[in-house]
Nanobody
Framework: QARLAESGGGSVQAGGSLKLSCEGLEYGYESYYMAWFRQAPGKEREGVAAIDSEGITRYADSVKGRFTISHDNSKKTLDLQMNSLKPEDTAMYYC????????????????????WGQGTQVTVSS
Protein backbone atom coordinates (compact mmCIF):
# COMPACT_ATOMS: atom_id res chain seq x y z
CA GLN A 1 0.00 0.00 0.00
CA ALA A 2 1.62 3.26 -1.17
CA ARG A 3 2.33 5.81 1.52
CA LEU A 4 1.31 9.44 1.16
CA ALA A 5 4.10 11.99 0.71
CA GLU A 6 3.85 15.70 1.41
CA SER A 7 6.00 18.46 -0.06
CA GLY A 8 6.10 22.25 -0.15
CA GLY A 9 6.67 23.13 3.47
CA GLY A 10 9.14 25.79 4.53
CA SER A 11 9.65 29.05 6.35
CA VAL A 12 7.81 32.25 5.51
CA GLN A 13 7.07 35.59 7.13
CA ALA A 14 3.62 36.46 8.39
CA GLY A 15 1.36 37.48 5.54
CA GLY A 16 3.17 35.24 3.09
CA SER A 17 1.99 32.19 1.16
CA LEU A 18 2.94 28.55 0.77
CA LYS A 19 1.51 25.69 -1.25
CA LEU A 20 1.61 22.15 0.06
CA SER A 21 1.21 19.10 -2.17
CA CYS A 22 0.53 15.45 -1.47
CA GLU A 23 1.16 12.42 -3.65
CA GLY A 24 0.53 8.72 -3.23
CA LEU A 25 -3.22 8.47 -3.46
CA GLU A 26 -4.32 5.18 -4.93
CA TYR A 27 -6.09 4.69 -8.23
CA GLY A 28 -9.17 2.54 -8.51
CA TYR A 29 -11.39 4.30 -6.00
CA GLU A 30 -14.27 6.36 -7.37
CA SER A 31 -15.15 7.71 -3.95
CA TYR A 32 -12.67 9.04 -1.41
CA TYR A 33 -11.93 11.75 1.10
CA MET A 34 -8.65 13.66 1.34
CA ALA A 35 -7.60 16.10 4.00
CA TRP A 36 -4.87 18.17 5.59
CA PHE A 37 -4.15 18.12 9.30
CA ARG A 38 -1.57 19.95 11.36
CA GLN A 39 0.10 19.57 14.72
CA ALA A 40 1.87 22.36 16.55
CA PRO A 41 4.42 21.59 19.29
CA GLY A 42 2.65 20.63 22.49
CA LYS A 43 -0.76 20.53 20.86
CA GLU A 44 -3.01 17.82 19.49
CA ARG A 45 -3.31 17.23 15.77
CA GLU A 46 -6.19 19.20 14.29
CA GLY A 47 -8.07 19.11 11.00
CA VAL A 48 -7.39 21.97 8.59
CA ALA A 49 -9.33 21.19 5.41
CA ALA A 50 -10.89 18.28 3.56
CA ILE A 51 -12.23 17.54 0.10
CA ASP A 52 -14.13 14.61 -1.33
CA SER A 53 -14.14 13.03 -4.78
CA GLU A 54 -17.07 15.24 -5.80
CA GLY A 55 -15.20 18.42 -4.91
CA ILE A 56 -17.08 19.21 -1.73
CA THR A 57 -14.84 20.97 0.78
CA ARG A 58 -14.76 21.59 4.51
CA TYR A 59 -12.48 23.97 6.43
CA ALA A 60 -11.56 24.65 10.00
CA ASP A 61 -12.83 28.07 11.11
CA SER A 62 -9.27 29.22 11.77
CA VAL A 63 -8.28 28.92 8.10
CA LYS A 64 -11.49 29.85 6.26
CA GLY A 65 -10.86 32.52 3.65
CA ARG A 66 -7.08 32.01 3.79
CA PHE A 67 -6.51 28.37 2.82
CA THR A 68 -7.80 26.54 -0.26
CA ILE A 69 -7.81 22.76 -0.67
CA SER A 70 -7.91 21.24 -4.14
CA HIS A 71 -7.20 17.96 -5.85
CA ASP A 72 -6.29 16.70 -9.30
CA ASN A 73 -8.34 13.58 -9.81
CA SER A 74 -6.37 12.40 -12.84
CA LYS A 75 -3.00 12.74 -11.08
CA LYS A 76 -4.33 11.68 -7.70
CA THR A 77 -2.65 14.65 -6.01
CA LEU A 78 -3.85 16.92 -3.24
CA ASP A 79 -2.85 20.56 -2.69
CA LEU A 80 -3.28 23.15 0.03
CA GLN A 81 -2.79 26.79 -0.93
CA MET A 82 -2.09 28.81 2.20
CA ASN A 83 -2.32 32.60 2.02
CA SER A 84 -2.11 35.35 4.64
CA LEU A 85 -0.15 33.01 6.88
CA LYS A 86 0.03 33.76 10.60
CA PRO A 87 2.56 32.66 13.23
CA GLU A 88 -0.16 30.47 14.74
CA ASP A 89 -0.21 28.46 11.48
CA THR A 90 3.24 27.13 12.39
CA ALA A 91 2.96 23.34 12.61
CA MET A 92 3.77 20.03 11.00
CA TYR A 93 1.23 19.53 8.22
CA TYR A 94 0.01 16.05 7.31
CA CYS A 95 -1.82 14.75 4.30
CA UNK A 96 -4.48 12.11 4.92
CA UNK A 97 -6.87 10.04 2.86
CA UNK A 98 -9.73 7.64 3.23
CA UNK A 99 -10.10 5.35 0.23
CA UNK A 100 -12.95 4.39 0.21
CA UNK A 101 -14.55 6.75 2.77
CA UNK A 102 -14.98 5.28 6.23
CA UNK A 103 -17.95 7.51 7.11
CA UNK A 104 -20.86 8.84 5.02
CA UNK A 105 -20.17 12.56 5.53
CA UNK A 106 -16.95 14.45 4.81
CA UNK A 107 -15.19 15.50 8.00
CA UNK A 108 -11.85 16.81 9.22
CA UNK A 109 -11.74 14.37 12.11
CA UNK A 110 -8.52 12.41 12.48
CA UNK A 111 -10.34 9.18 13.25
CA UNK A 112 -12.10 9.19 9.87
CA UNK A 113 -8.86 8.84 7.88
CA UNK A 114 -6.75 5.71 7.52
CA UNK A 115 -3.85 6.73 5.27
CA TRP A 116 -1.26 9.27 6.35
CA GLY A 117 1.89 10.96 5.22
CA GLN A 118 5.01 11.71 7.27
CA GLY A 119 4.36 15.44 7.39
CA THR A 120 6.00 18.62 6.17
CA GLN A 121 7.00 21.51 8.43
CA VAL A 122 5.54 24.99 7.99
CA THR A 123 7.07 27.82 10.02
CA VAL A 124 5.63 31.34 9.98
CA SER A 125 7.66 34.09 11.61
CA SER A 126 6.27 37.39 12.83
Amino acid sequence: QARLAESGGGSVQAGGSLKLSCEGLEYGYESYYMAWFRQAPGKEREGVAAIDSEGITRYADSVKGRFTISHDNSKKTLDLQMNSLKPEDTAMYYCAASQPPQVPILTILESDYNKWGQGTQVTVSS
